[in-house]
């Protein structure tokens, strides 16, 4: 993989969970980049995550927001940005029920701010020859599938349920918009459900580790029948930056990890890892702390993604398997006391715990 050298790149949202594990991912593989991180650190964004890069020479930390636009035009100028990797967004599909708008700020004109930047400064800079904006975007843009319907590709319609999920659609339409009326360079991927190290315990996996760890319920939306297509984080860094090195521009690829399992599966499984990791706890068997509850309103019930395309096109595919990624992701965060602590001691994520769980009456 090394077929376009990376120079100045700007990572935005790079303190939350996929954004700081892609600044460890590119720092290992020895780009000689330099990285600038820009990222506003709302309650999702966690700079304990890049604490072992932060002395890098060649890693810039930027508290900033993507919705200020000349701030963001000066960070453009002043490094000489040439690749834009745009991770920057509200991404928990509960809190955009509770609370859309900052979706559309942070998701919609975020994006927009971001393009327009790179739109005029890099035209004014010698071009868009050498250029790249790669955005991440996610499966949920394609809508839901029933059982047997087949996997999304690239080509299947847009048909958002979710106000994220519609955030984020509207931010991969204006994307190719930029690509086809400016030429600007840009590629997006379409990801499915990621997990491992770093991610905010709000998301089904963190919070079913660190519930059942402490004995508290596991909450199950609905009848837990729902199926999600789940990719360990490592392997979706390693897509995106083999699109940005050797994609086509104005493409779209779908990212999947080829693992379409239930809720309830997923969550059984993590409870029998911890049952073995943590023999003499008095929650053993942790099975029997799951309580199922009020379902998320429109809840898609079915993600599955084809990703024959990055497959053939750029030889990706995922290295790890549901199985060693979850046991991975079950010790990372059995390991990491103090993350774990400091993220769930204050006081925003004890909030959002209550706002989101306190009225789910118990569904069986
Ligand atoms: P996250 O919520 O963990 O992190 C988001 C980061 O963006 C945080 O560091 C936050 O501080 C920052 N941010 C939010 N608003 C900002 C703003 N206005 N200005 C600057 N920074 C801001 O999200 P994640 O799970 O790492 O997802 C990253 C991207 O990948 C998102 O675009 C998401 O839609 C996409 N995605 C996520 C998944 C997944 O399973 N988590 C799957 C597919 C695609
Ligand atoms: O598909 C990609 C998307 O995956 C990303 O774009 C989103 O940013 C990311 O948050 C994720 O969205 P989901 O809604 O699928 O993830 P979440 O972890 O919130 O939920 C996974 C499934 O588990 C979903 O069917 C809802 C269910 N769930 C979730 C929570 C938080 C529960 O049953 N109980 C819960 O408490």
């Excluded at 000066?74 to 690749?83: G, P, R």
């Excluded at 009848?223 to 994609?247: N, P, S, T």
Aim: charged share 20%.
């Amino acid at each position: 993989m090394n077929k376009k050298p990376l120079k100045n790149i700007l990572v935005t949202g790079g303190a939350g969970f996929i954004g700081s594990n892609f600044i460890h991912y590119l720092l290992k593989t020895n780009e000689n980049c330099q990285v600038v991180n820009l990222d506003s650190l709302t309650y999702a964004g966690y700079l304990e995550n890049l604490r072992s890069v932060q002395n890098n020479p060649n890693y810039t930390f930027l508290k900033q927001d993507i919705c200020d636009f000349d701030a963001l035009k000066a960070v453009f100028i002043d490094y000489k940005i040439d690749t834009v990797v745009h991770f920057a967004a509200e991404s928990h599909v509960d809190r955009s029920i509770a609370n859309p708008g900052q979706f559309i700020q942070t998701n919609i004109v975020g994006t927009y701010n971001l393009l327009e930047i790179a739109r005029s400064v890099w035209s004014e800079n010698g071009g868009f020859d050498g250029k790249h904006f790669h955005h991440v975007s996610t499966d949920e843009v394609y809508g839901m599938l029933m059982m047997g319907d087949p996997a999304f590709t690239e080509t299947t319609p847009y048909s958002p349920n979710s106000p994220y999920a519609a955030s984020k659609a509207s931010s991969d339409h204006i994307v190719r918009a930029y690509y086809h009326t400016f030429n600007l360079p840009v590629t997006i991927t379409n990801c499915s459900n990621n997990y491992g190290p770093n991610q905010y315990p709000e998301k089904l996996i963190p919070l079913i580790i660190l519930n059942a760890v402490s004995g508290k319920p596991l909450p199950i939306y609905g009848d837990g029948l729902q199926i999600r297509d789940w990719l360990y984080v490592e392997d979706h860094c390693e897509a995106i930056l083999k699109v940005i090195k050797e994609g086509t521009l104005g493409e779209t690829y779908n990212v999947g990890g080829g693992n379409q399992f239930p809720n309830i599966k997923i969550v059984k499984q993590i409870c029998a890892f911890l049952d073995k990791e943590l023999p003499t706890s008095p929650f053993v068997p942790h099975e029997n702390l799951i309580t199922f509850v009020k379902d998320r309103p429109g809840h898609d019930f079915r993600y599955d993604i084809n990703f024959e395309k990055i497959k053939h096109e750029l030889n990706w595919q995922p290295k790890f398997n549901l199985n060693e990624g979850l046991i991975s992701t079950v010790k990372w965060y059995l390991s990491n006391r103090d993350w774990i602590e400091s993220v769930t001691g204050k006081p925003i994520f004890q909030e959002w715990i209550n706002n989101n769980y306190s009225d789910r009456k118990v569904a069986k």
